[in-house]
Nanobody, 124 residues
Framework: QLVESGGGLVQPGMSLRLSCTASEFTFDYYAIAWFRQAPGKGREELACISPSGTVTDYTASVKGRFAISRDNAKNTVFLEMNSLKPEDTAVYYC???????????????????WGKGTHVTVSS
């Protein structure tokens, strides 16, 4: 089970940190990814992190603004979002994937498990 938290209403230019906490599976074996879905739009992959945390990847639209990290001792992955824009408004989800776990890599297209999402609204 994955549970996202930390969403809310923020003004443009501000920062927000999302958390994804896992339970009931071997968290440190899985790569974790974040994706979002804005109203009326499809899924947009954002970032991923390998099981150990040493490998990360970002989609071009958020590279340099968003940062993914994890604390395996707390079964938690974070997404630090900076310089937020109105177009970042969406429901944000985390997902777990073991496809490349044996290689300590990650995929932006994680699909094994995912949470119910947390809402982020960027508006003045």
């Amino acid at each position: 089970q994955l549970v996202e938290s930390g969403g809310g209403l923020v003004q443009p230019g501000m920062s927000l940190r999302l958390s994804c906490t896992a339970s009931e599976f071997t968290f440190d074996y899985y790569a974790i990814a974040w994706f979002r879905q804005a109203p009326g739009k499809g899924r947009e992959e954002l970032a991923c992190i390998s099981p150990s945390g040493t490998v990360t990847d970002y989609t071009a639209s958020v590279k340099g603004r968003f940062a993914i990290s994890r604390d395996n001792a707390k079964n938690t992955v974070f997404l630090e979002m900076n310089s937020l824009k109105p177009e970042d408004t969406a429901v944000y989800y985390c997902a777990a994937d073991a496809t490349y776990s044996n290689y300590d890599q990650c995929t932006l297209y994680a699909n094994d498990y995912w949470g119910k999402g947390t809402h982020v609204t960027v508006s003045s």
